[in-house]
Nanobody, 127 residues
């Protein structure tokens, strides 16, 4: 059974940076697209970024374009979300997710085809 464990969250001042990591264990998901979602207090969960199984294509929420970068190291079963120029509105619990479409592109993540979720890591941006 696949497990996703996020880390790297914390408290940061506005304008600062954080790098979130997602460790994948149980079995390889190298052939599946991966994504990062977030849920702020009182709001619905939203997709932040997605990456295809081979890293060739990426997707970003409009509000994070140019500030966040998603990447993956399949050999190490790791997925990252580098976040820069953080704003107070980025405050949320961030979740790692694996698609259920093998060899898919980012569309499968955007469309909500998720097979596994992590438990999340809290990012708090102070203004």
């Amino acid at each position: 059974q696949v497990q996703l464990v996020e880390s790297g969250g914390g408290l940061v001042q506005a304008g600062g940076s954080l790098r979130l990591s997602c460790v994948i264990s149980g079995r390889t998901v190298n052939q599946y697209p991966m994504g990062w979602f977030r849920q702020a207090p009182g709001k619905d969960r939203e997709i932040v970024a997605a990456i295809s199984w081979n890293g060739a294509t990426t997707y970003y929420l409009d509000s994070v374009k140019g500030r966040f970068t998603i990447s993956r190291e399949n050999a190490k079963n790791l997925v990252y979300l580098q976040m820069s120029s953080l704003k107070s509105e980025d405050t949320a619990v961030y979740y790692c997710a694996a698609s259920n479409v093998a060899y898919g592109n980012t569309r499968s993540i955007v469309d909500g085809g998720i097979s596994v979720w992590g438990k999340g890591t809290l990012v708090t941006v102070s203004s």
